[in-house]
Structures are given as C-alpha cells and as structure tokens.
C-alpha cells in the first residue's frame, strides 16, 4: 500500500458523504481514489455502490480504492473442481447462514499463511459488523462436529454480492462454503460477486476481470435491484456441483 501523501488524492472530509469519480483513481497504485472520512454504514453503503472500498492498514488513514480492472466470479459459472466435489458430496461440513458473522470476521482478521497479511483492523470489524446487524453484511459458516472451521463475508447490494474475505481451519472449508454462496447466489440470478482485485486463491476458483467501466454498468444496472437477495432462501443442492 501507498501513503496518500505522496500521491496528490483528495481527502475526504467527515461532514461530507461525497466521493470523486472512480474514473479519477490513479493507475499507479491502481486504483487509489481518496483517504480520508470514516467507515460509518451510509459511507460504506454508499462506497460499494460506486464501486468503492476501504483498504488500508492499521496506523494508515482510511484509503478508498476503485481498481481498474475489477476481478469478479459470475455465480452460475463457477465450476467445483473435482477434489473439491468430492468433498461436496462427502457432506463434511454443515454449512449455515449469518450464524457467527463476528466470529467469522474474527478468524478473518488474524494473520494466517496462506493470505496477504491481516488488513482487516478493530475499526474495519466494528464497522462491518454494524453492516450485518443493518442486515447489508452477510456471512457463510462452514461447521465440523459442531466447530466453526471455515467461512466467508461480504455486503449484499440489491442483486450484487461484494464478497471481502474468507477463512478456512480445515481443507476446503472456505471453498465450501463459497461453493455454497454461488449456488445461493446463482438461483437469485445475481450476476456477479465482486472480489476487487485478484489473487492465486480467487483464480482457483475462476474469478475473472473485467474493465472498470463495464463493472460500474452492472453497478447501476443491480446494485439497488427492486429484487435483492433473499438470504432466507435455501439453495437447492440436488444437481451436480
């Protein structure tokens, strides 16, 4: 990451909601766009709408991002590889629903060795979990005899889904449970869960990108659907992974 005062990008003030264009983020580092403000929930609503997010470490200011290009997965395209659909159908994990959002922001924020560090600060998870209680943020657990093993989190927007960060314990136990979110994701016809920028993990299970400005057209198209996610909707998980 880069400190905003060697780049020239607007600070943004805390009497104010109002963001720059994304098209005025910088290319170098890509997609630095503002500092500044604070993490209350009309913020990062707001944030996420524009194709907007927080990333930042601890000691930093409050960095804005809007990379371009965007990584996504498209829900109805996600594959299951064979290993991973083998433990699918070994039924290992009971797999639930906004049953330990704090927990799993928790496991999410601690330094593990198969993630880039740990950017997730104690003001980024007070701020995410006020999200979840707004019911904007949302959490897939995957359990074992009982322990929470695996898990994933991110905001629901009208049909989007803006997925921020997942935890495994046990082998496959965060790709279980994103298996899991496309499949619940995919029978809602969301069309595309934004993971921001791409990393091995994400490539592991398809993530594309695509250019900023065609993301912004999916922004304004489904981010405040008439028809939002339903998350009291079981998948079905009969067919095939």
Same mark, same amino acid.
């Given at each position: 990451?880069?400190? @905003?005062?060697?780049?020239?990008? +607007? ?55 809007? @990379? ?6 498209? +829900? ?34 601690? +330094? ?85 920028? +791409? ?11 695509? @250019? ?30």
């Amino acid at each position: 990451m880069t400190s @905003p005062q060697t780049t020239g990008i +607007p600070w943004l003030s805390i009497d104010s909601l109002e963001f720059p264009s994304i098209h005025t983020a910088l290319s170098e580092p890509d997609g630095l766009l503002a500092a500044g403000g604070d993490l209350s929930a009309e913020r990062l609503a707001l944030a996420y709408k524009q194709g907007i997010f927080p990333w930042y470490e601890e000691g930093q200011p409050i960095l804005w991002w809007s @990379p371009d290009p965007r990584a996504v997965i498209v +829900p109805d395209q996600f594959s299951a590889s064979r290993s991973l659909q083998k433990t699918l159908r070994r039924n290992k994990f009971k797999v639930k629903r906004d049953s330990a959002f704090d927990s799993v922001i928790e496991h999410c924020s601690e +330094p593990r060795n198969y993630a880039e560090g740990t950017w997730i600060s104690s003001e980024m998870e007070v701020a995410y979990r006020k999200l979840h209680r707004l019911g904007l943020a949302h959490s897939i657990e995957t359990y074992m005899d009982g322990e929470l093993v695996g898990g994933l989190y991110g905001l629901a927007m009208g049909q989007l889904f803006f997925g921020e960060s997942m935890f495994h314990i046990e082998t496959d136990a965060s790709k279980v449970a994103f298996a899991f979110l496309c499949r619940l994701l995919s029978e809602q016809r969301c069309p595309m869960i934004d993971c921001q920028l +791409p990393n091995a993990h994400l490539e592991s299970l398809g993530v594309i990108t695509i @250019p900023r400005a065609e993301f912004e057209t999916q922004l304004n198209l489904y981010a405040d659907h008439h028809q939002p996610i339903n998350w009291d909707i079981l998948p079905t998980l009969l067919s095939p992974w």
